[in-house]
């Protein structure tokens, strides 16, 4: 349930609202917007008197939510949910550019492709540590080495990092991390994201391979709900009978979260094509749809990349893609 209150409404007015609606035993969330306060209950709304709560002078209006998702949902935060770490922000006009390796491999390789993407004005670097393989006989990743190659990478220059966790025993590992990514095959990881639920971190959270945007939101209500509201949610393509690409980027999925929800809108277009020349009609492609960010993978040598080198761009080709990522964004503002 939402209650939009009048403009005007004093602080003490506004707390004396959230206490009583506190002691109904509710969740209480206020979202002091640009135009009005929004209040969102969560809980059993049924133990408050609607017809009350609507009468009261400073309140304007008090909607029940249908949707599922609650704290994920426009209608209790109406301005976007904009999410910062040292050196990039996200959402509300924001754009993050987050770039590198499918796999930290090692540590000339980390570094070159940061200090590349970095100098084509990408503001978080990606490398994934523990890697979610369909094969177990594949490169798993490097583990906690290969994060703390990428912490490395993040000192030397000053880009913050962005790394997928597999499983909560990996946690404690994650200290220097600024953004926790959740995989496409962790989506539904339920334990996984009530814990991410208690940490002060963002969380990345890619669509899973077949999962509708009704469950990815849900996925990041189980995060919202420990406490955790800085959710970054990611289009990563899903299955469909096509073949010749390695998903079907669900493009509309820009636009229909944005909607839906104040949350942060990210687009890959590495994961979602599998070829590296897609990479750059797809990327132009979200952006023009609105969204708030694009994770590419960079390769300094992607004929000879552990994992992930079909998609990967090389630096050269991804400071193109860049440029034109930069240029259209000045179109469309
Ligand atoms: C990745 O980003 O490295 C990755 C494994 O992506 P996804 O979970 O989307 O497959
Ligand atoms: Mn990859």
């Not at 939402?2 to 969740?27: C, E, F, N, P, Y």
């Not at 490398?127 to 290969?146: C, E, H, I, M, N």
């Amino acid at each position: 349930m939402i209650a939009v209150l009048k403009q005007g409404v004093s602080q003490a007015q506004l707390d004396h609202l959230k206490d009583w609606l506190s002691s109904r035993g509710l969740d209480v969330h206020i979202s002091n917007g640009q135009y009005q306060t929004v209040i969102g209950l969560i809980g059993d709304t049924s133990r408050v008197d609607i017809d009350l709560l609507q009468g009261l002078d400073i309140v304007e209006s008090v909607t029940r939510i249908i949707e599922p998702f609650k704290s994920a949902n426009r209608k209790f935060h109406p301005d976007d949910t904009i999410i910062e770490v040292p050196g990039a922000t996200i959402g509300g006009g924001h754009f993050a550019l987050i770039a590198g390796p499918c796999s930290v491999e090692s540590a000339e390789q980390i570094t070159a492709v940061a200090q590349a993407v970095k100098a084509s004005g990408a503001s978080i670097l990606r490398g994934g540590a523990f890697k979610p393989r369909t094969s177990p006989y594949d490169f798993q990743g490097l583990g906690v080495d290969g994060l703390e190659l990428l912490a490395h990478a993040k000192e030397s220059t000053g880009l913050p990092i962005i790394t997928e966790i597999m499983n909560l025993s990996q946690l404690p590992y994650f200290e220097n991390v600024d953004i926790i990514q959740v995989g496409a095959r962790n989506m539904q990881n339920f334990d996984l994201l009530k814990e991410l639920g208690h940490t002060g971190k963002p969380v990345l959270l890619k669509r899973g391979l077949a999962n509708t945007m009704k469950e990815l939101l849900m996925s990041a209500e189980y995060i919202m709900s420990g406490g955790n509201e800085q959710v970054i949610l990611c289009e990563r393509g899903i299955r469909t009978f096509e073949t010749y690409t390695r998903n079907t980027l669900d493009l509309s999925a820009v636009p229909m979260l944005k909607e839906l929800s104040h949350l942060p809108v990210v687009v890959d277009p590495s994961h979602a094509t599998g070829l590296a020349r897609l990479v750059e009609p797809m990327a132009l492609a979200a952006v023009a749809a609105g969204a708030d960010g694009l994770m590419i993978e960079v390769h300094n040598d992607p004929a000879h990349a552990l994992c992930d080198g079909p998609q990967s761009l090389t630096p050269e080709q991804f400071d193109r893609v860049a440029g034109k990522v930069f240029k259209l964004r000045e179109v469309l503002a």
